[in-house]
T-cell receptor, first 112, second 112 residues
Framework: DTAVSQTPKYLVTQMGNDKSIKCEQN?????MYWYKQDSKKFLKIMFS???????INETVPNRFSPKSPDKAHLNLHINSLELGDSAVYFC???????????FGPGTRLTVT | DQQVKQNSPSLSVQEGRISILNCDYT??????FLWYKKYPAEGPTFLIS?????DKNEDGRFTVFLNKSAKHLSLHIVPSQPGDSAVYFC???????????FGTGTRLTIIP
């Protein structure tokens, strides 16, 4: 009974392509996040949504566009993929006002 | 500008002994601190947290200590078990910021 799930787990694609990563949580949380873990293993926030509203948008290229159809889902669409986008992307969720965030298993994106 | 630092990339400890993982931060606005544990190919899992109004929090074998004047926190695991072998991330947040700022992690290896 997975709490935060992501699909796909692995994604290999060529430069210039457009791809999406999906995230779903069944914890009843109202806030969801996307994090990027780069090659140096540094985990950094990209976006956060609360009840489908964008509340955090860090300095991320506008090729990255998050979409939240409802508070249980947060998808990440990436246009014109570049080599530097290769990383592991983690989705997380929490209840607003509580610091603890719960993470999905990650999606390893490889751009060739 | 890394606001949360874990200066030891790795640590090896004998089974049954105490493991001590350290974390330093620079942002005096941080008021809540968390430790996450991560196994390979999985997402980070919340372990234990501490508010800045406390200096110690315990949960079973895990204890987190916070020294605000030194901007330093540590995670103690006693006794260490083989299943504790993982990467441990320290994270921090300030109230209302909605995001976690992570350290780069410490790989803990428990030697049987």
């Amino acid at each position: 009974d997975t709490a935060v799930s992501q699909t796909p787990k692995y994604l290999v694609t060529q430069m210039g392509n457009d791809k999406s990563i999906k995230c779903e949580q069944n914890l009843g949380h109202d806030t969801m996040y996307w994090y990027k873990q780069d090659s140096k293993k540094f985990l950094k926030i990209m976006f956060s949504y609360n009840n489908k509203e964008l509340i955090i948008n860090e300095t991320v290229p506008n090729r990255f566009s998050p979409k939240s159809p409802d508070k249980a889902h947060l998808n990440l669409h990436i246009n014109s993929l570049e080599l530097g986008d290769s990383a592991v992307y983690f989705c997380a969720s929490s209840t607003r006002g509580f610091y603890e965030q719960y993470f999905g298993p990650g999606t390893r994106l490889t751009v060739t | 500008d890394q606001q949360v630092k874990q200066n030891s990339p790795s640590l090896s400890v004998q089974e049954g002994r105490i493991s001590i993982l350290n974390c330093d931060y620079t942002n005096s606005m941080f008021d809540y601190f968390l430790w996450y544990k991560k196994y390979p190919a999985e997402g980070p899992t919340f372990l234990i947290s501490i508010s800045s109004i406390k200096d110690k929090n315990e949960d079973g074998r895990f204890t987190v200590f916070l020294n605000k004047s030194a901007k330093h926190l540590s995670l103690h695991i006693v006794p260490s078990q083989p299943g504790d072998s993982a990467v441990y991330f320290c994270a921090a947040s300030d109230f209302g910021n909605e995001k976690l700022t992570f350290g780069t992690g410490t790989r803990l290896t428990i030697i049987p």
